[in-house]
């Protein structure tokens, strides 16, 4: 019992932390345009492709250097003629801009490297196992996957909290009038948040592409989830972020090992049903079967009783 | 007054005509599946266009209202219920009703990105759930059905696809005028109200939460209804018909067509009923055509297609449309050569070595076949720069020309 406890809880922090990699630039750009970037899981998929490309000339290392740079390139592309453009016309066509694009990324991506699944590989420098406990090895690449999600919340903390830019930039989250009248390019500063907040999502795909395969549906895999987290920690709340990313991580990893459901509870409850009515597998239900569904019935009770999110206090 | 009616009547006599003119099998499933398109963007315009609120997740309540009629064309075949199958659409209104009562109930608090955050999270566990309660909803074959039981409706069996059209473009007829006419009551203005301007309509004394239950209870309605045409013409229904796909499809559809347009819906359901089920015949690359369509639409026709021709009531009310056609048969020409190429290029990239492409045969690794494609988008690309002051001007000119008349 011990043992798959400690690795669920391994195994959750992993996701919760990859999952923070891609809130965090999501949560930093919508407080900045008030807009949800419904593309971003799709430049985590970019940079998952991209650096599978660049990894078959220069090797894993100079992948996990090129691909955010590029993918961050792009997206400050977007935002520069896409998104601006599409910003005056009004929230909900932003929004519907960033779901149309995230439908055209997946098709490029079909385009130029094809529906099936790349062999992208983790790197040998880190094809040993960590450490050994109860029999069981952790990969010291899952290790690796935790340490960089740190290090990246660490220097995002420190970058907006300690840094002028980091003051600049929160200046122009609350007040873009007054920090435009100091002589600031705000427009410019936008572009870069959203450069950097996908650069990010890069970042995240360069490091899970190996350990989540590298297939044209990651994006929507991963996306809504992502999108979910940011909405339940609350809309522009790093903090609240953070703490949705690992909670939903751990659900999620305690779910699927967990081998209890429905026939247990029932059991325990002391209640027979017969079966033999059109929804009679709700009771042979397992909490593995159930465990995709978790985040979302989380979002749907948040949002029905605390709708700004855990954390957020943001009313629209 | 008249000349609505006579709108209506030509929608009609349109509905009717169509299949004589399109009689081919092929034209007869397209014309099927635009019923089902139109009926479904037009409920999703009720929601996103009348009422504002952006859903993700429109599909479950086509999709519900689908699973529930062809439930219901299986009980109709064990003879455990007794009513023709021309009532079908109705039993998918009805549970398309009562799923958005339930989900709307709670949903409808707040429009705008959380209402948007609801419907995706709801949408996605319905999906889930799809695949966990494998005996209602079928697993991932799904669930069939057999539209030919039953009582006949006055002899027709409803064996050929064409006698499915005349039923569906019946009630398609139906929910559309139904559909306008509730734009036209007061809760349909109060709708719009609430749209743009939430607090002022608080102010009046209006809950905002309550218009916004009603507009999406009849969206979800309409939504049903469409679920069980769908059951009729296709006779299977699987979690497909519930998922973020078929909900982004009816996105783009009400999008590209025009928000806010009565119209606007219809436009878009029969461009992308026609490029999916053409243009599929032809490239494989229809899905990239279609996501580049859809971003130039959001990002140049904010209104959509409905939108570009109401634009140019200006003009049209003042007889200037005339000096506008010159300017737009200019443009138009170098933008499709433009275009031409553009195609060209992408499929000449993913064909296997040749490409038969406007009677020229396309070498896959010719350098000399990607030059002229080049060289014909560069020189779309600069015909249409070199026409778009003009066109500019002649806009100007005809808006202005409105401007003065008016003043």
Redesign the interface.
Known sequence: MNEVFIFATLNGLVTGLLLFMLASGLTLIFSMMGVLNFAHASFYMLGAYIAYTVSGYIGFWGGLLIAPLLVGALGAGVERYGLRRVHSYGHVAELIFTFGLAFLIEELVQFFWGRDTKNYQTPELLDFALFTLFGQEFSAYRGFMIAISLGIFAALYVVLTRSRVGIIIQASISHPHTVANLGHNVPFIFMCVFGAGTALAGVAGVIAGPVLTTFPGMAVVLGSIVYIIVVIGGLGSLPGAFIASLLVGLLQSYAIAADAGMPELLEWLGVSFERSHPLNDLWTLKLPQIAPVLPYLLLILVLIFKPTGLMGNREE | MKKHLLLWAAYALVLVLLPSLFSSVLGISILNQMTIWILFALSYNMM?GQG?M?S?GHAVYFGLGGFMSVHALNLIADEVLVFSITLIPLVGGVFGLLAALFIGS?ST??????F???S???G??IV??SL?????FGGEAGVSGDRTYGPAFFGIEFLQDSEVYYLGAFWLFVATLLMYLFTQTPAGRMANAVRDNPERAEFIGYSTRRVRFITFCAAGMFAGVAGGLFAINYEFITEENLN?LTS?RV??MA?IGGLGFFIGPIIGAVILTLMNSLLSNYSE?W??Y???L??LT??FL?KGFAGFIMMHRAAWNNGKMGSLVLPYCLTALPAGLFLTAFIGM?ELS?ADELLHFLSMDLANDSAFSWFVLAMLAAIGAGGVKLARPRLAAAWEHANAAAQEAKS
């Open positions: 996103l504002g952006l993700f709670f608090r707040k429009a705008g990105t959380v948007a955050m609801i995706l999270g709801i996605e566990l889930a759930s966990i309660f494998v005996d209602f973020a982004g996105l783009l999008y690359m899905m990239l279609l996501g580049i859809f971003l959001v990002m904010p992408v993913h």
